[in-house]
């Protein structure tokens, strides 16, 4: 069975400091992996997703996930954050199969404090 | 030109009442979603829609009961409100399946049962 785990419930960092926010899988086979934000009484938004190619996929906003196959890892980072990326991130996981569906993590709360 | 939008954003009902949730999106979408979040932010897809077919119906109480007019709109009905279903209930849509381009969701809709 397919599924996302996002070990840190919340990621305090400085601003103009990196961060990185952690999400690992598990799949059979090739995973589709995605990462959404959402901020308060919003819907979430798309920030990124990887397929195929180069491991280091570039979104949205300045952000950007580094796929590593052998770690089973799709983590999150901006070289330097801001207060305004303070949000809900959600990794997820799709697999190409019959029948499937995406997966979500259980979302990282990122606090960037001014 | 909201791409998803949802109707209402907030209901506060008594137990016991029926209910019903719009969704309608104007991106030529051609699957619509329903997922759920919980108090803890945890997402689960609900049902999923394809050119108004039912794709996915997950393990969802037979009072929830989703309808699609079109490949434009897919609304939830709920029946005999529970205390348990107070949640976010969004709506989202994908271009093909979700695992190719990945979602754009609505705001949400806050769904109290007093």
């Known amino acids: 069975a397919q599924s996302v785990a996002q070990p840190e419930d919340q990621v305090n960092v400085a601003e103009g400091n990196p961060l990185t926010v952690k999400c690992t899988y598990s799949?059979?086979?090739?995973?589709?992996l995605f990462w959404y934000v959402q901020y308060p009484n919003r819907g979430l938004q798309f920030l990124l997703k990887?397929?195929?190619?180069?491991?280091l996929v570039k979104g949205s906003y300045g952000f950007e996930a580094e796929f590593n196959k052998s770690q089973t890892s799709f983590h999150l980072k901006k070289p330097s954050a801001l207060v305004s990326d303070s949000a809900l991130y959600f990794c997820?996981?799709?697999?190409?199969?019959?029948?499937?569906?995406?997966?979500f993590g259980a979302g990282t709360r990122l606090f960037v404090k001014a | 030109d909201t791409a998803v939008s949802q109707t209402p954003k907030y209901l506060v009902t008594q137990m016991g009442n029926d209910k019903s949730i719009k969704c309608e999106q104007n991106l030529g979408h051609d699957t619509m979603y329903w997922y759920k979040q919980d108090s803890k932010k945890f997402l689960k897809i609900m049902f999923s829609y394809n050119n108004k077919e039912l794709i996915i119906n997950e393990t969802v109480p037979n009072r929830f009961s989703p309808k699609s007019p079109d490949k434009a709109h897919l609304n939830l009905h709920i029946n005999s409100l529970e205390l348990g279903d107070s949640a976010v209930y969004f709506c989202?849509?994908?271009?093909?399946?979700?695992?190719?381009?990945?979602?754009?969701f609505g705001s949400g809709t806050r769904l109290t049962v007093v």
């Open positions: 990887y397929i195929t190619g180069d491991n």
């Open positions: 989202a849509s994908s271009h093909g399946r979700e695992y190719d381009y990945g979602y754009t």
């Open positions: 997820a996981v799709s697999h190409n199969t019959g029948g499937f569906k995406t997966i």
């Open positions: 799949v059979s086979g090739n995973p589709y």
